[in-house]
C-alpha cells in the first residue's frame, strides 16, 4: 500500500513516519519542501506537482505547511490554503481517491477564561491568520471532493504533544526534567484544556489505513479523553518523573493582576487559559477508545527514559 506523506520532517509527522515506516505493507512516500535525505520515496513539492514519480497513491496525508499564527507576507495564505489546492488538483494523476488533512481546533477561536466546550457544530470563529487559513483549506477539501471524486477526512487538532514537540508545553516540561521551580496560578476552578496525544494520532491513521471506508467525508475533533488543566498536567508529569522542582502557586488575585499587562494577558491566557474540545462524534462514528491525557503523559514520561 503507497501512502503519501507531507510535512514528514515536522514533529507530528516525524512521529507518525516512524510508526508507518514498521508496518512492512506500507510503502511511505515523504514529500516536503526540501526532501529529508536522498532516496527512492523522498521528493520534493515540485517533484510531486511535475509526476516525477510514476506510483498509484492510496493515501494521501498531508500535514505540510507553516506552523505559526501570523506573517507579514502571505506565507500563510500561500503554505496553507494555495499548497492544499494545488496537492488536491493533481491527487487524480497518482489515482489517489482517499486525503487526510490535519487542520487545527483554532479556527473555533483561541484559549479563554471562559469555559467553552467546542464541538464541530460550533460555528467557526477564527481569529488568526493561520486559522482563518485552515478553516479556508478545509472548505476547499470539501468543494474539490465532489468534482474530483475523491474521499477526505479532516481533523481538527487541539495542543498535541509527544516526542521532540517544541512548544511552551514542551519549554515547561524542560524545566521540569531539570528540578528548576516553576510558578503556576492559584485557583479553586483550573481552566480546562483539550491536549492531544501523538499515540492518539497514530492510532486512528492506522485504523484509517487499515479500513479506507473511515476515510467517508467527515470532520472530526481529535483528542484525548478528559481535559484537564495546565496545573494539573504539570502536577502529574513532575511526579511521573520524580522531578524535584518547587511548583509556585500564584495568588488568584496576582493573577488576575497580570492579566491586566497587555504583553503578560495574551501569553497567559494561551498558556493556562479553557480550550476544551468535544470529541464525542469521532469515538461514535469510528467506534475507537483514546487514551486519556492522563495516560498518555505516563506513556511519554516512560517512552523518555526508554530512549534515554
Known sequence: MNIALSGSTGFIGNNLKDSLKDNSNINLIEINRRPSEISNNNFSYED???????????????????NYDYANDDSIEI?????????????????????????????????SINEYIYNEKYSPKPISEY??????AEKVISSLSIKNEYNYLIYRLPFVFG??????????????????PIMVPRSKTP?????LSINNIIKVIKLNIRDHATINNQIFNLTDTSPISL???????????????LIISIPAFLFRFFLLIPFLNKFLIKVFGSFHVDNHKI????????KSTIDSIENLVKSNYKNE
Open 231 to 245: 496545573n494539573e498536567f504539570i502536577s502529574i508529569y513532575k511526579l511521573k518523573t520524580n522531578s524535584k522542582s
Open 283 to 290: 469515538i461514535e462514528m469510528l467506534d475507537i477508545d483514546f
Open 131 to 136: 486559522a482563518h487559513a485552515k478553516l479556508k
Open 163 to 180: 516526542p521532540g514537540m517544541k512548544s511552551n508545553l514542551g519549554s515547561i516540561m524542560k524545566v521540569l526534567d531539570k528540578s528548576l
Open 79 to 111: 503554505g496553507i490554503v494555495g499548497l492544499t489546492e494545488k496537492i488536491l488538483l493533481k491527487l487524480n494523476s497518482y489515482n489517489c481517491k482517499n486525503f487526510i488533512y490535519f487542520s487545527s481546533c483554532k479556527i473555533y477561536g483561541e484559549s
Open 48 to 66: 510531486f506537482f511535475s509526476e516525477k514519480f510514476n506510483i498509484n497513491i492510496d493515501i494521501f496525508i498531508h500535514l505540510g505547511g507553516p
Open 191 to 195: 481552566l480546562k484544556k483539550s491536549f
